[in-house]
């Protein structure tokens, strides 16, 4: 969860540093610190801060740190309070070390080692264990690889040594790391987009990098050398920009419908669904659809699983990775599993894809981040065309995930002769055309959901309920909520509140209605008095007669194709929340964008 960043080279080092966290800052930011070699390569300077990077930037600006070295970290908490002390780099003897990831017998390692620590991360002990096979063999590829066969857990590891003068080493395991030639010099990063890459390199699991101003060397998990690892790339930096924005958030839910209209574009031709690279095969004979994915990503599985079922009639699954990576699995060499995933990095789900693959499965991710460890580990891809998200709650790759879902279950459905080719045709104009056009935000509504979540702010517990595919967006449009303003929410289906959960409802109760659904609205609607009736204060979204409930209009998609218009709403909902409360709606507390560890 946290990102790291290391330059070698002939340009000044800590701008090229200070610019790639700023790019990794959204993988965690309670805080951050960078470690440099001086400009005779003497002596390695660590500076360190808890809080966020421009603290870091006020440290930096009164000292003088010239310098063509250095390696920094923006930080996720994981052992560890957010502390100074805890922040890395973490220094021991002549190693100082970045790390992203958990070692998981640090406890261990810190009995083994008998020695002092200033902080309680688990990267301080791994640090003080590479520094005593330094010490040993003053060869720091060797005391790497000691240490390593030692450590257990997942790492990416970026370490510098006081004698070897500005000179880097890396090394990963179940942990994202990439090295590469670009910026006059030698990177290594947690993310491909963070550097200007020339060439690059993931390193696989154990395997170790050493680089100098004048190149980069790569080594397997025993220390012999593997020449040709290095391929070049085109992967387009774009550092984050608000655009006029005040915040990525509001931005990404604005581009929507044009990251709609790409990713349609993308995996379609002839006004078909078409993705490059998955055989028909694959998906004439997916009998059920199995969804896996976290959080956010997986509630748009279970938006598709509905969807097919609802369709075609295709029957399936989504399963949150975190729990189906420790269940007993159930499925067979030949099947299908759809993995659902923003960064293509998230721990869990990489942890089930690599389960999915060795019981013979076929894995097809739904993936946003090019390069990513997912985008390589599964068997077909389809990519989203989100762009880079920003903001810590997913606006706008969710949106495109439900649409390359809705890509895949219409092509299948037309393999298997569940819908004909005419149907097909049609849906997929629909998501062409109508859907962008709907999931745009005008002006009017952007005020009227602006002054309903006013009045809504202070309620500190909400219930989102709905019926169908309505109560499918509301785990999507509580997790938002909670996610960025804090306030206690909860998602419900309509019906199944009186069972229990009514006990909570009273006046300070606020209770937000999603009811696209026409089918289902007079059935929603005795559920919203059952509220009105207790006192709750009602918000609906959607068309309803009902008098005593603020109502955002959204009655524009219906059917399978409503969550398109009404997750922008309630994304905008909880985005006005936020900033009403006074809460950062891009970095909220403890949570980070990319979620590197289990
Ligand atoms: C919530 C959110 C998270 C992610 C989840 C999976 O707004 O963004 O719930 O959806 O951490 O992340 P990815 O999609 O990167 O695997």
Not at 193 to 207: I, P, W
Not at 224 to 242: F, I, N
Not at 368 to 375: E, F, G, Q, R
Request: one cysteine or more; charged letters at 25%.
């Amino acid at each position: 969860m946290c990102g790291i960043i290391g330059y070698t080279g002939k340009d000044q080092a800590l701008q090229i540093v200070m610019r790639g966290l700023a790019a990794l800052e959204y993988r965690g930011y309670d805080s951050c610190g960078l470690s440099a070699f001086s400009s005779d390569g003497d002596e390695i300077t660590v500076i360190k801060k808890a809080g966020r990077l421009k603290v870091l930037s006020e440290a930096l600006s009164t000292v003088q740190l010239n310098t063509r070295c250095a390696i920094g970290h923006t930080r996720w908490a994981t052992h560890g309070a957010v502390t100074e002390e805890n922040a890395h780099p973490h220094r021991v003897g002549k190693t100082v070390i970045v790390h992203n990831g958990i070692i998981e017998n640090y406890k261990q390692i810190e009995s083994e080692l008998q020695c002092s620590f200033q902080g309680s991360t688990d990267t301080e002990r791994a640090c003080a264990l590479i520094d005593r096979y330094y010490e040993q063999t003053h060869d720091g590829k060797q005391a790497i690889i000691n240490a390593c066969s030692q450590i257990e857990g997942s790492y990416a590891f970026l370490i510098m040594f006081e004698d070897e003068k500005d000179t880097i080493y890396a090394t990963s395991r179940a942990c994202p790391l990439i090295v590469g030639h670009g910026e006059n010099g030698s990177c290594a990063i947690s993310d491909i987009s963070a550097c200007r890459l020339d060439t690059y390199c993931r390193l696989n699991d154990g395997e170790s990098a050493r680089l100098t101003p004048d190149g980069i060397s790569v080594y397997a998990s025993d220390g012999h050398e593997l020449k040709g690892r290095l391929l070049p790339t085109d992967v387009k930096t774009e550092l984050p920009s608000k655009n006029g924005y005040p915040h990525f958030m509001l931005k990404e839910i604005n581009e929507i419908p044009t990251v709609l209209r790409k990713t349609v574009d993308a995996n379609t031709k002839d006004g078909l669904p078409f993705f490059k690279s998955i055989p028909d095969s694959v998906l004439k004979d997916m009998k059920r659809l199995t969804v896996i994915g976290c959080g956010t990503a997986y509630h748009a599985g279970l938006c598709a699983v509905h969807t097919a079922r609802e369709l075609s009639g295709i029957d399936g699954a989504a399963y949150i990775a975190s729990e189906y990576r420790y269940s007993r699995p159930t499925v067979k060499k030949g099947d299908v599993v759809v993995f659902i995933s923003q960064s293509g990095e998230t721990a869990d789900t990489l942890a089930c894809i690599r389960m999915c693959r060795s019981l013979g499965a076929y894995t097809l991710g739904i993936i946003n981040v090019p390069y990513s460890t997912a985008s390589f580990e599964c068997d077909g891809v389809i990519y989203t065309h989100a762009g880079f998200e920003i903001a810590v709650a997913s606006t706008k790759a969710y949106v495109c995930q439900l649409a390359a879902l809705y890509l895949l279950i219409f092509k299948a459905s037309l393999l298997q002769n569940a819908l004909s080719e005419k149907k097909v045709s049609e849906y997929t104009k629909i998501l062409k055309n109508d859907v962008p056009e709907n999931a745009y935000i005008d002006e009017e509504k952007r005020k009227t959901v602006y002054n309903i979540a006013k009045k809504h702010k202070d309620s500190e517990n909400m219930f989102y309920i709905g019926r169908g595919i309505d109560s499918i967006l509301c785990s999507e449009a509580s997790l938002k909520l909670k996610e960025v303003s804090y306030i206690h929410s909860e998602a419900y289906p309509a019906g199944e509140l009186k069972h229990g959960a009514i006990s909570l409802i009273t006046p300070d109760v606020s209770v937000f209605v999603i009811a696209t659904d026409k089918k289902l609205i007079g059935k929603t609607e005795n559920n919203m008095q059952e509220v009105s009736s207790r006192g709750g204060r009602l918000i609906l979204l959607g068309d309803s007669e009902m008098k005593s409930c603020d109502i955002i209009p959204c009655n524009s998609l219906q059917g399978i194709f409503s969550p398109f218009a009404a997750s922008p709403l309630f994304q905008l909902y909880a985005y006005y929340t936020a900033l009403l409360r006074g809460c950062d709606p891009d970095m909220p507390r403890n949570l980070a964008k990319s979620v590197t560890v289990e």
